[in-house]
């Protein structure tokens, strides 16, 4: 099982540009979202889903788009990139079950915006 | 939403046993405690939950208190692969987690 894979590994991007980190999963998981981690700290929600169609604010939302057209994507969109958005981007994902509780996380994507 | 509270780091030695506190004090009844722990370079993993009795599973156990304001996850038998930063995580809805600072576990060998 693939389970999440992040693309790219790593991105430098110019103040100004845009981007989408994508996000794809293959374990039929209702629930996937987005965090950031800047260095030293934990990871910070960005957005977050709870079904195809369906998505909401997490902590840090400001500057970033989401959207969850199928159940295997939720890409994450930097409209304009801006230093402060420098940091690693994990993906995760889940059910919402006691039984199967457990979250999944890509390996992260690497920001750099110069 | 309810914070966590952990050390900052903590030190052990291989082949012996870990007890890695976490302070919850306003958590809510419908709060469960989760830990999850990231390797160097990469993202979190999951190690073990809990809401109100003590867990075990292949990893790590779960001890939580009565009043559910503090828990211990234990690592029986610390190894160098479990050098990682540890987080304890309180939320009702396993999609959403807010992480704290975590405790960075150091295994000599």
């Known amino acids: 099982n693939a389970g999440v894979t992040q693309t790219p590994k790593f991105q430098v991007l110019k103040t100004g540009q845009s981007m989408t980190l994508q996000c794809a999963q293959d374990m039929n998981h209702e629930y996937m979202s987005w965090y950031r981690q800047d260095p030293g700290m934990g990871l910070r929600l960005i957005h977050y889903?709870?079904?195809?169609?369906?998505?909401d604010q997490g902590e840090v939302p400001n500057g970033y788009n989401v959207s969850r057209s199928t159940t295997e994507d939720f890409p994450l969109r930097l409209l304009s990139a801006a230093p402060s958005q420098t940091s690693v981007y994990f993906c995760?994902?889940?059910?919402?079950?006691?039984?199967?509780?457990?979250?999944?996380f890509g390996q992260g994507t690497r920001l750099t915006v110069v | 939403d309810a914070k966590t509270t952990q050390p900052n780091s903590m030190e052990s030695n291989e082949e012996e046993p870990v007890h890695l506190p976490c302070n919850h004090s306003?958590?809510?009844?419908?709060?469960?405690i989760h830990w999850y722990r990231q390797l160097p370079s990469q993202g979190p993993e999951y190690v073990i939950h809990?809401?109100?009795s003590n867990v075990n599973n292949r990893m790590a156990s779960l001890a939580i208190a009565e009043d559910r304001k503090s828990s211990t996850l234990i690592l029986h038998r610390a190894t160098l692969r479990d050098a990682a930063v540890y987080y304890c995580?309180?939320?009702?809805?396993?999609?959403?987690?807010?992480f704290g600072s975590g405790t960075k576990l150091n295994v000599k060998p």
């Open positions: 995580i309180l939320s009702y809805n396993f999609n959403k987690f807010y």
């Open positions: 889903s709870v079904g195809a169609g369906i998505t």
């Open positions: 306003t958590i809510s009844g419908t709060d469960y």
């Open positions: 809990g809401l109100t």
């Open positions: 995760a994902s889940s059910y919402q079950d006691s039984m199967n509780t457990e979250a999944f």
